[in-house]
């Protein structure tokens, strides 16, 4: 054996720990195996750098375009305007920070006599981490809202206790990590846009579900920029855009907003001195990975992968609900919680990890994500061995 493949060798030893999505064993992400198409496409394109546009203006133009896509999907207002309306970057987290530092900027930039010290970031409990590490490293507080019984953002707390002068921005989510909970998010756009106050709207994972309702004869689920208090979007292509890591995105209804976090870099070629990311090197290959499943899929393809993954949700519902357990809500999506969670749950789950199932409980919720790689024949043997586990 070859030096190289000794080195491979090892590292598959540590590999081999691991679980991946193609197993069908993973109940707890809301990443998935990406389409074999968009990873052939990401792999061939993946050394391209959207961080130097001077060297690698074709995949800085696809970027773009798959942009355009997703504010078409998000119903943008400006796209007879040939600009760029976002960002593609690393994840939700990239997403999340990059809107609310533009909010944040934007905030600080419309009079100067704001009271710095005053300035606040408001999500609802249920939002996800990244929301408070943005608000951590932006310097800014946070002010957590509880949620209703239904578990989304109290809207009416929020009015009582909110003084909109201080608000950089509003976050609303569009399927909430733990339950895939959706926010009052009309309500919030309508207080938004009478106060003047930033709404950014997380869909880090529902961006790539909720667009795909009407088409399954599902009710239209307002989130995006048909309301016009909303002025960001995250969207996730490596959830359910079925793309590989790393692929966030980031769409603002005006993109002018974008100068507040523009910089310049005198040491790239001239196309390349302006910035307005966090990260400079980064990979195009998602973005074109995206672009070039969307072409191959279209709507409809990206709405029957909801579709199955719908079915399966309800499916596993029918079925945990048979073993005892309760949803907490009614699931507005692909991701489902369960209580209560007893002792007796917790050994299954345990013998379950053992047979390399990956479920995860979280605050006394047992919740499931139901991806596009679990398909039926896995929830068939994932409720034989639950089974099997139960004393
Ligand atoms: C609603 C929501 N926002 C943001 C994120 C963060 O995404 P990432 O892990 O890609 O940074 C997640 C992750 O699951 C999420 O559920």
């Known amino acids: 054996m070859g030096l190289e493949e000794e080195i491979l060798d090892s590292l598959e030893k540590y590999m081999s720990t691991d679980v991946y999505y193609e197993e069908g064993r993973v109940l707890s992400s809301t990443c998935t195996n990406p389409h074999p198409f968009a990873l052939r496409v990401f792999r061939r394109f993946q050394l391209a750098n959207l961080g130097d546009p001077g060297l690698f203006p074709g995949a800085k133009l696809l970027e773009k375009q798959a942009l355009r896509i997703i504010g078409e999907l998000f119903h943008h207002p400006h796209l007879e305007q040939d600009h760029q309306i976002g960002h593609f970057v690393t994840g939700g987290t990239e997403a999340n920070l990059t809107a609310l530092w533009t909010a944040r900027n934007r905030w600080l930039a419309a009079s100067k006599t704001r009271d710095r010290s005053k300035a606040t970031i408001v999500a609802a409990e249920s939002a996800h981490l990244s929301i408070e590490k943005t608000a951590n490293m932006l310097n800014v507080s946070l002010l957590k809202v509880p949620v209703t019984e239904d578990h989304v953002f109290d809207v009416d707390w929020m009015m009582e206790h909110?003084?909109?002068?201080?608000?950089?921005?509003?976050?609303?989510?569009?399927?909430?990590?733990?339950?895939?909970?959706?926010?009052?998010?009309?309500?919030?756009?309508?207080?938004?846009?009478?106060?003047?106050?930033?709404?950014?709207?997380?869909?880090?994972?529902?961006?790539?579900?909720?667009?795909?309702?009407?088409?399954?004869?599902?009710?239209?689920?307002?989130?995006?920029?048909?309301?016009?208090?909303?002025?960001?979007?995250?969207?996730?292509?490596?959830?359910?855009?079925?793309?590989?890591?790393?692929?966030?995105?980031?769409?603002?209804?005006?993109?002018?907003?974008?100068?507040?976090?523009?910089?310049?870099?005198?040491?790239?070629?001239?196309?390349?001195?302006?910035?307005?990311?966090?990260?400079?090197?980064?990979?195009?290959?998602?973005?074109?990975?995206?672009?070039?499943?969307?072409?191959?899929?279209?709507?409809?393809?990206?709405?029957?992968?909801?579709?199955?993954?719908?079915?399966?949700?309800?499916?596993?519902?029918?079925?945990?609900?048979?073993?005892?357990?309760?949803?907490?809500?009614?699931?507005?999506?692909?991701?489902?919680?369960?209580?209560?969670?007893?002792?007796?749950?917790?050994?299954?789950?345990?013998?379950?990890?053992?047979?390399?199932?990956?479920?995860?409980?979280?605050?006394?919720?047992?919740?499931?994500?139901?991806?596009?790689?679990?398909?039926?024949?896995?929830?068939?043997?994932?409720?034989?061995?639950?089974?099997?586990?139960?004393?």
């Open 162 to 391: 909110v003084d909109p002068r201080n608000v950089v921005a509003i976050v609303a989510t569009a399927g909430t990590t733990l339950l895939g909970a959706i926010d009052p998010i009309r309500e919030l756009s309508e207080y938004s846009a009478d106060n003047d106050v930033w709404l950014h709207v997380d869909a880090a994972i529902g961006g790539f579900i909720l667009p795909f309702y009407p088409l399954l004869g599902r009710g239209e689920v307002l989130f995006d920029f048909q309301l016009e208090g909303v002025r960001s979007i995250t969207a996730d292509v490596h959830k359910m855009g079925m793309c590989p890591v790393p692929g966030g995105t980031v769409v603002f209804r005006d993109p002018e907003d974008l100068k507040h976090i523009t910089f310049y870099l005198p040491y790239l070629l001239p196309e390349a001195r302006v910035q307005s990311t966090m990260t400079g090197t980064r990979t195009a290959g998602a973005a074109i990975a995206f672009h070039a499943l969307y072409q191959l899929l279209g709507r409809e393809g990206f709405a029957s992968t909801v579709k199955e993954c719908l079915e399966n949700t309800n499916v596993l519902k029918e079925q945990m609900i048979q073993k005892g357990l309760n949803p907490v809500i009614e699931p507005p999506m692909n991701i489902l919680g369960f209580q209560p969670v007893t002792e007796n749950t917790k050994r299954i789950l345990k013998r379950l990890h053992d047979r390399r199932w990956r479920i995860s409980e979280v605050k006394g919720i047992l919740r499931f994500v139901l991806m596009p790689h679990v398909k039926r024949h896995h929830l068939i043997s994932f409720l034989v061995d639950w089974d099997e586990c139960s004393d």
